[in-house]
């Protein structure tokens, strides 16, 4: 089979299990919906009053399961994707929840149409799981992991080991220098492999491999420059016969901001309101375990440069960095208390933050707000660092939701200035709900290794 019918009936296959995921959630909807929850409207809904609610419920899945990432069969791990699609059905049927108690408006029919929603969460689980389980199974047997020629350069990094973590989408076949290889040996190899990765070529080998795939259709994998997200971001324009691109290059207009920032301070309010009685229990815990301060305040980088404290949950002993020493934290730090290993583990030491997002000095989605120290450090060794002030910091970011502790500052950059490049009000709704995912995670969490 040709490469090109192969990656076409991969999509079809795809497209054809999310088609039958979808059905189902809409199908118990219906169910539910006819025996249930119309019988609670006073003026119950005719044919063309259900076909409304359940295109309605149709658009908020199909909304929902976009921004979780719940479609991404064969993209995603089994184990994130079923995540992904438990989180999608839940955050689908509160939304019913919240939608039917405003239609009944009859306080007494709460709690009816709360078991209800659970009731309706519990049937799409149960079906859509197996049905998802089963079918990435099948997946992994009819589509195999893309063979792999890396090559790689003077700047290579550990991208091939990252690539080996996922042997259900790659396997890696031959490793070859840059400079060891000509075009035609290249063409030879894809014989027995599906695909390139370029790994820290120079710009003139990128350049000439890169073309030579192309001109042969030959799948190719790069890790992008600064340089290649800023080309990403650009506009296209016509105005003559010479096409042009265009960078704005001035970050975040004043309306995006004020929205922003709206945003910013309805969420927060609303999230410090919810978590309240969880906060004083940690706070309780964190000064019953050694008698010492709850909160831990930080200098911290954000927009333009400006300096602010940065407050958190103290996860660590008193003076765990003696004399101002900048010690990251690394697996199974001694440093780190009983209680401080818990809310770590699931982030609840940044909710204090959300204090920083009311006084301006951060967002709820930005980049990380760095240390004083690591911005002056990583400015000196990456010039472009910089570029990721052009924001607030954010409690939660890009570069926090799809890297992790310990992830290369090159990298994370990388995130942060996509972010930046492509921002939308979307895009935060997005970093927002897999921030949820990651708390699920434990590798996001990862220490610092010795030498790292």
Same mark, same amino acid.
């Given at each position: 089979?040709?490469?090109?019918?192969?990656?076409?009936?991969?999509?079809?296959?795809?497209?054809?299990?999310?088609?039958?995921?979808?059905?189902?959630?809409?199908?118990?909807?219906?169910?539910?919906?006819?025996?249930?929850?119309?019988?609670?409207?006073?003026?119950?809904?005719?044919?063309?009053?259900?076909?409304?609610? @359940? *295109?309605?419920?149709? !658009?908020? #899945?199909?909304?929902?399961?976009?921004?979780?990432?719940? &479609? +991404?069969?064969?993209? %995603?791990?089994?184990?994130?994707?079923?995540?992904?699609?438990?989180?999608?059905?839940?955050?689908?049927?509160?939304?019913?929840?919240?939608?039917?108690?405003?239609?009944?408006?009859?306080?007494?029919?709460?709690?009816?149409?709360?078991?209800?929603?659970?009731?309706?969460?519990?049937?799409?689980? @149960? *079906?859509?799981?197996? !049905?998802? #389980?089963?079918?990435?199974?099948?997946?992994?047997?009819? &589509? +195999?992991?893309?063979? %792999?020629?890396?090559?790689?350069?003077?700047?290579?990094?550990?991208?091939?080991?990252?690539?080996?973590?996922?042997?259900?989408?790659?396997?890696?076949?031959?490793?070859?220098?840059?400079?060891?290889?000509?075009?035609?040996?290249?063409?030879?190899?894809?014989?027995?492999?599906?695909?390139?990765?370029?790994?820290?070529?120079?710009?003139?080998?990128?350049?000439?491999?890169?073309?030579?795939?192309?001109?042969?259709?030959?799948?190719?994998?790069?890790?992008?420059?600064?340089?290649?997200?800023?080309?990403?971001?650009?506009?296209?324009?016509?105005?003559?016969?010479?096409?042009?691109?265009?960078?704005?290059?001035?970050?975040?207009?004043?309306?995006?901001?004020?929205?922003?920032?709206?945003?910013?301070?309805?969420?927060?309010?609303?999230?410090?309101?919810?978590?309240?009685?969880?906060?004083?229990?940690?706070?309780?815990?964190?000064?019953?375990?050694?008698?010492?301060?709850?909160?831990?305040?930080?200098?911290?980088?954000?927009?333009?440069?400006?300096?602010?404290?940065?407050?958190?949950?103290?996860?660590?002993?008193?003076?765990?960095?003696?004399?101002?020493?900048?010690?990251?934290?690394?697996?199974?730090?001694?440093?780190?208390?009983?209680?401080?290993?818990?809310?770590?583990?699931?982030?609840?030491?940044?909710?204090?933050?959300?204090?920083?997002?009311?006084?301006?000095?951060?967002?709820?989605?930005?980049?990380?707000?760095?240390?004083?120290?690591?911005?002056?450090?990583?400015?000196?060794?990456?010039?472009?660092?910089?570029?990721?002030?052009?924001?607030?910091?954010?409690?939660?970011?890009?570069?926090?939701?799809?890297?992790?502790?310990?992830?290369?500052?090159?990298?994370?950059?990388?995130?942060?200035?996509?972010?930046?490049?492509?921002?939308?009000?979307?895009?935060?709704?997005?970093?927002?709900?897999?921030?949820?995912?990651?708390?699920?995670?434990?590798?996001?969490?990862?220490?610092?290794?010795?030498?790292?």
């Amino acid at each position: 089979m040709k490469k090109k019918e192969y990656y076409f009936l991969r999509k079809v296959y795809v497209y054809f299990i999310n088609i039958i995921l979808f059905s189902v959630m809409i199908w118990q909807f219906q169910r539910m919906w006819i025996s249930t929850f119309n019988d609670l409207l006073d003026r119950v809904f005719s044919q063309k009053g259900n076909l409304l609610m @359940v *295109l309605l419920y149709g !658009i908020v #899945v199909l909304f929902l399961f976009q921004l979780w990432g719940a &479609f +991404k069969i064969g993209y %995603l791990k089994s184990a994130n994707l079923i995540l992904s699609q438990c989180l999608g059905i839940i955050s689908a049927n509160l939304f019913l929840g919240v939608q039917m108690t405003l239609m009944v408006a009859k306080l007494n029919e709460t709690k009816n149409i709360i078991y209800h929603a659970i009731l309706l969460s519990g049937y799409d689980v @149960v *079906l859509c799981i197996p !049905i998802t #389980v089963i079918c990435c199974k099948v997946y992994q047997h009819l &589509f +195999k992991p893309l063979r %792999l020629l890396i090559i790689n350069g003077r700047n290579s990094s550990e991208l091939t080991k990252k690539v080996m973590s996922r042997e259900d989408k790659y396997e890696i076949g031959n490793i070859v220098q840059e400079n060891e290889i000509s075009n035609e040996q290249i063409v030879q190899e894809m014989e027995c492999h599906d695909a390139v990765l370029l790994n820290g070529l120079s710009d003139t080998g990128r350049k000439r491999i890169t073309q030579l795939c192309y001109t042969n259709s030959i799948r190719t994998y790069f890790k992008p420059e600064v340089m290649d997200v800023f080309v990403k971001g650009a506009n296209c324009i016509n105005l003559f016969d010479t096409p042009l691109y265009m960078n704005e290059n001035i970050g975040l207009s004043y309306g995006v901001l004020a929205v922003k920032r709206i945003f910013d301070i309805v969420f927060s309010v609303l999230f410090l309101i919810l978590c309240s009685p969880l906060l004083f229990i940690v706070a309780i815990l964190i000064k019953a375990e050694d008698g010492g301060p709850v909160f831990y305040k930080q200098k911290r980088c954000t927009m333009n440069g400006k300096i602010f404290f940065i407050y958190k949950f103290r996860s660590m002993i008193v003076d765990a960095e003696k004399d101002g020493q900048v010690i990251p934290a690394k697996d199974e730090d001694n440093r780190i208390t009983k209680i401080g290993k818990f809310i770590r583990r699931f982030h609840i030491d940044e909710i204090p933050q959300f204090y920083n997002v009311l006084k301006g000095d951060m967002s709820v989605v930005g980049p990380r707000p760095e240390r004083i120290e690591h911005v002056e450090k990583y400015s000196r060794e990456i010039p472009e660092f910089c570029y990721r002030l052009k924001v607030r910091g954010g409690i939660t970011g890009y570069a926090q939701v799809y890297g992790k502790y310990n992830t290369t500052p090159e990298d994370k950059l990388i995130m942060d200035l996509q972010y930046i490049v492509n921002y939308s009000f979307l895009l935060d709704l997005q970093i927002i709900l897999e921030t949820v995912k990651v708390l699920f995670k434990k590798e996001n969490t990862e220490g610092f290794n010795n030498g790292e």
